[in-house]
């Protein structure tokens, strides 16, 4: 093992006891004061409809929400690397983003044309 190896094992040991400790804190520190109304589903102050017992349908356009924001997501992590290395990737590096840039164009395109920007 490394020199650098030993800091990121004890700051990862650290971290998880810490999240299992507080985790644990909160079951005997926190109230305990149960109620109906706390166990009941909470939907915006109204009463919960019965639910079909497959769950339901979702409408396609939280798929296409979500679609966007993985796919600016997965951009925005291939762009960082690529504006830290920029001077060293050259003319190469340039062309390579700019095909990244269409093909994301494209599904933004498609999202768009789908109408998974307009909020009804």
């Given amino acids: 093992m490394n020199n650098l ?3 990121i094992l004890v700051m ?5 006891v810490f999240g299992a400790g507080v985790v644990a804190l909160t079951g005997f520190i926190g109230p305990k004061r149960y109620n109906r109304a706390l166990l009941d589903a909470y939907e915006c102050g109204i009463e919960p409809t019965p639910q079909p017992v497959g769950g339901g349908r979702f409408p396609v356009k939280y798929y296409l929400t979500a679609m966007l924001y993985i796919v600016f997501d997965i951009e925005i992590v291939f762009l960082y690397p690529w504006a830290v290395a920029f001077d060293q990737m050259a ?3 340039l062309i390579e983003m700019l095909l ?3 093909s994301v164009l494209v599904v933004y395109a498609y999202i768009w044309r789908r109408g998974g920007l307009e909020w009804d």
């Fill in 12 to 16: 990862g040991l650290l971290a998880g």
């Fill in 5 to 7: 190896a030993v800091p």
């Fill in 100 to 102: 990244f840039m269409a």
């Fill in 91 to 93: 003319l190469f590096g």
